[in-house]
């Protein structure tokens, strides 16, 4: 970290509602950051649990940590409140049952610092978390940066909302979340979508290292699919009815990867037909998935699932065991491995299944050429 001067505030922003579960993991994680010049501001979205009396309780350890209360009112409204209270000249969005390793503000601000101003986010990697805290096997890592407008309309490639620092200018700018997706009862694609507006008019740098945990939590997943998706399709109409210019295979593209995601989603939550049926439409838009590899192993998958699911509800009670169960054998080389490893085993296994991937690269780097005047 650099001396000499004294060191950025950042303002780390939490929305709660219902949190008990995770968010004294959450706060513990964001106070025990190696950077120390943190303000952390919990907002709590009225909830119905103990997540306030978790929180003042830990706040009295730490002066640091300001509890702020509303009514119900969603995840982009408490975040804009946090944002209104704070202090910093950095924002750093996290969400109440995420965590982030010790170095991640440290080698975000490090980035921040040696960027230009043009500059307006940073983010890190992320490895997929279960209840437990325990390596899923899944990860989120991209090395986009610079201008990344339309890399960013096909896919959110940042993963999630706790994987970023903005700078509170930015925010400023683009007005902060979206309130509109939660009065529609479309939440799910806020991050997203804060993300493309900053994209819009300021330059992204990634740090390549894995620093966050993306909690994965199968109890609320079946309900929350058709609200994710209509919130897909209002974020991404938003931007084309901004931008008619960039030509419409872009967005059928964002919709084909989309719909490869929803097909995992429903598989985890054990919607077996809704699977096949996303599977199908994101091949019927975009054939280039016939080349993905992982189209063939989740659909393999899912069919042996379906088949069997007769069997796995006489077994267990209903699909949340047995996707508990499953974790338990699924994923357990993961269980052992250190964050140091990531990196060396993640280029080695680039070396595989690659084709689709690199395909798509040569689309996003064509058309980012070509509109890179959009942002």
């Known amino acids: 970290?650099?001396?000499?001067?004294?060191?950025?505030?950042?303002?780390?922003?939490?929305?709660?509602?219902?949190?008990?579960?995770?968010?004294?993991?959450?706060?513990?994680?964001?106070?025990?950051?190696?950077?120390?010049?943190?303000?952390?501001?919990?907002?709590?979205?009225?909830?119905?649990?103990?997540?306030?009396?978790?929180v003042k309780s830990i706040a009295m350890e730490d002066k640091?940590?300001?509890?702020?209360?509303?009514?119900?009112?969603?995840?982009?409204?408490?975040?804009?409140?946090?944002?209104?209270?704070?202090?910093?000249?950095?924002?750093?969005?996290?969400?109440?049952?995420?965590?982030?390793?010790?170095?991640?503000?440290?080698?975000?601000?490090?980035?921040?610092?040696?960027?230009?101003?043009c500059v307006g986010l940073t983010y890190a990697w992320s490895v997929h978390i279960?209840?437990?805290?325990?390596?899923?096997?899944?990860?989120?890592?991209?090395?986009?940066?610079?201008?990344?407008?339309?890399?960013?309309?096909?896919?959110?490639?940042?993963?999630?909302?706790?994987?970023?620092?903005?700078?509170?200018?930015?925010?400023?700018?683009?007005?902060?979340?979206?309130c509109r997706l939660h009065t529609e009862n479309a939440q799910g694609c806020e991050d997203w979508d804060i993300y493309l507006r900053i994209a819009e008019r300021y330059e992204f740098q990634v740090i390549p290292d894995f620093l966050i945990g993306y909690r994965q939590?199968?109890?609320?997943?079946?309900?929350?699919?058709?609200?994710?998706?209509?919130?897909?399709?209002?974020?991404?109409?938003?931007?084309?009815?901004?931008?008619?210019?960039?030509?419409?295979?872009?967005?059928?593209?964002?919709?084909?990867?989309?719909?490869?995601?929803?097909s995992y989603k429903n598989r985890e939550a054990g919607k077996h037909w809704s699977c096949l049926i996303c599977l199908y439409k994101s091949l019927k838009i975009d054939n280039l998935s016939l080349l993905h590899w992982y189209l063939y192993?989740?659909?393999?998958?899912?069919?042996?699932?379906?088949?069997?699911?007769?069997?796995?509800?006489?077994?267990w009670k209903d699909n949340l065991s047995w996707q508990k169960f499953k974790r338990q054998f699924r994923y357990r080389y993961y269980r052992s491995i250190e964050m140091a490893e990531l990196n060396h085993k993640l280029e080695k296994r680039q070396h595989f299944f690659n084709l689709y991937e690199r395909l798509q690269e040569q689309r996003l780097t064509k058309f980012a050429q070509d509109y890179s005047e959009i942002c």
């Open 1 to 54: 970290m650099q001396s000499g001067f004294e060191l950025p505030l950042v303002s780390v922003i939490i929305p709660a509602y219902n949190a008990e579960a995770f968010i004294e993991i959450t706060l513990k994680s964001v106070i025990k950051q190696t950077y120390k010049n943190i303000e952390v501001l919990v907002v709590d979205d009225g909830s119905l649990d103990r997540t306030a009396e978790i």
């Open 64 to 117: 640091r940590i300001t509890l702020l209360q509303q009514s119900n009112a969603g995840a982009a409204s408490a975040r804009n409140k946090a944002i209104a209270h704070s202090k910093g000249e950095y924002i750093a969005p996290i969400d109440a049952d995420d965590i982030w390793y010790p170095e991640n503000l440290e080698k975000q601000v490090q980035c921040m610092l040696s960027s230009e101003q």
């Open 130 to 178: 279960d209840e437990e805290g325990l390596l899923t096997g899944r990860f989120d890592y991209s090395r986009q940066k610079g201008k990344v407008y339309i890399p960013l309309i096909m896919t959110n490639f940042l993963g999630n909302g706790s994987a970023c620092l903005i700078r509170r200018s930015c925010l400023q700018e683009v007005k902060g979340y979206n």
């Open 217 to 262: 939590r199968f109890s609320s997943m079946s309900s929350n699919l058709p609200v994710m998706f209509k919130s897909y399709i209002l974020v991404i109409g938003d931007v084309q009815t901004r931008h008619p210019e960039i030509p419409s295979r872009i967005y059928q593209w964002s919709a084909s990867i989309y719909y490869m995601y929803l």
């Open 297 to 315: 192993k989740h659909t393999l998958i899912n069919l042996i699932e379906w088949l069997a699911k007769p069997i796995t509800l006489f077994i």
